[in-house]
């Protein structure tokens, strides 16, 4: 079983900054591919950004391509995303995932995640 905490989520106005961080209770992090998630009231959970076990490879939703950047270290069993030029419409509970797979590559959907977790909200005002 692998816990998932994220942190870093708030309140900010339109044009800034925050950084999330999740951090993993696993020895075996370098095996995950890890992803951050986004769930608005009302909507499906859409991937934001993925990143593959070495983090070579990421992957973007086309909506923060250029503005959010996916990040790990496995020494710290941690994964992050920066999120600059932020957006009201990004307003949504973030959630950060881990697939156990097979290939150092991103993971896009959502059903193929063994692990999640518990949100952080982030709130951007106009």
């Known amino acids: 079983q692998v816990q998932l905490v994220e942190s870093g989520g708030g309140l900010v106005q339109a044009g800034g900054s925050l950084r999330l961080s999740c951090a993993a209770s696993?020895?075996?992090?370098?095996?995950?591919?890890m992803g951050w998630f986004r769930q608005a009231p009302g909507k499906e959970r859409d991937v934001v950004a993925a990143?593959?076990?070495?983090?070579?490879?990421?992957y973007y939703a086309d909506s923060v391509k250029g503005r959010f950047t996916i990040s790990r270290d496995n020494a710290k069993n941690t994964v992050y995303l920066q999120m600059n030029s932020l957006k009201p419409e990004d307003t949504a509970v973030y959630y950060c995932?881990?697939?156990?797979?097979?290939?150092?590559?991103?993971?896009?959907?959502?059903?193929?995640?063994?692990?999640w977790g518990q949100g952080t909200q982030v709130t951007v005002s106009s």
């Open positions: 995932g881990a697939d156990r797979t097979n290939y150092d590559l991103p993971v896009k959907s959502s059903n193929e995640y063994d692990y």
């Open positions: 696993t020895r075996f992090f370098s095996w995950y591919a």
């Open positions: 990143i593959s076990w070495s983090g070579g490879i990421t």
